[in-house]
């Protein structure tokens, strides 16, 4: 990869980090306004006992969306995917906002894993606590999933679901989302995906999202 296609690769990766975290902490400090929460939730979900170990798959999710731009050349490869992400969480903000679900798991993290293990350790406030449904967790394993299967083909398709559908789960054993959550973050992830194939074809990609010019 080019030095100029690199920095284009980090211009656009930079573009979304920043709005994702600004959409993310807004909508979590307007759903932490909500006095009252909703009871989304199902009794059978109470008694689903906390998992420890799926605490470092839970959390390969972040990784990967972290690591995701190195696997582009050009400023008009990552601009589809990385373009998608941030759509996603644009659409579900509305919904941590007007959903508020009451927690109903019961366990000694009163904020959640990402309080007890990031947010709490530092010092900071958990602007995740309250952004429940859709799970973006669910979206994004599978978002990712298919913009690396997709660009590789082959046995990782196999790979990349193998990862994301465990991740997806994890969701509800380390006790972060809930079944409608993660009902949601399919809904989302079906809704939205084929605009990757959409843009990348606005973009000059071939099927496999990659830069024809680069090729």
């Known amino acids: 990869m080019g030095s100029m296609g690199l920095m284009g690769v980090w211009f656009v990766a930079a573009i979304y980090f920043v709005g994702f975290s600004i959409v993310w902490t807004l909508a979590h400090e307007l759903s932490d306004l909500h006095a009252e929460r909703l009871a989304l939730t199902f009794d059978w979900e109470s008694r689903v ?27 008009r490869e990552a601009i589809p995917p990385m373009g998608l992400l941030l759509l996603q969480v644009v659409i579900a903000a509305p919904f941590f906002v007007l959903l508020p679900i009451e927690n109903s798991y019961v366990n000694d993290m009163p904020t959640g894993v990402w309080g007890a293990y990031l947010f709490e350790p530092l010092g900071m406030k958990n602007v995740s606590q309250w952004n429940q449904t859709p799970s973006l967790h669910v979206t994004y394993s599978l978002t990712v999933a298919t913009v690396v299967a997709r660009r590789w083909g082959g ?22 989302h809930h079944a409608v959550c993660v009902a949601g973050g399919l809904l989302l992830y079906v809704a939205t995906i084929p605009l990757l194939g959409l843009w990348g074809r606005r973009c ?10 680069r090729a």
């Open 49 to 75: 006992p906390f998992q420890q170990w799926a605490i470092p798959l839970y959390f390969t999710l972040d990784l990967s969306v972290i690591l995701l731009p190195f696997i582009f050349r050009s400023a």
């Open 204 to 213: 000059g990609l071939d099927d496999r999202g990659r830069d024809v010019d």
């Open 155 to 176: 046995i990782w398709w196999l790979i990349c679901f193998a990862w994301a559908i465990p991740v997806s789960i994890t969701t509800m054993l380390v006790h972060e």
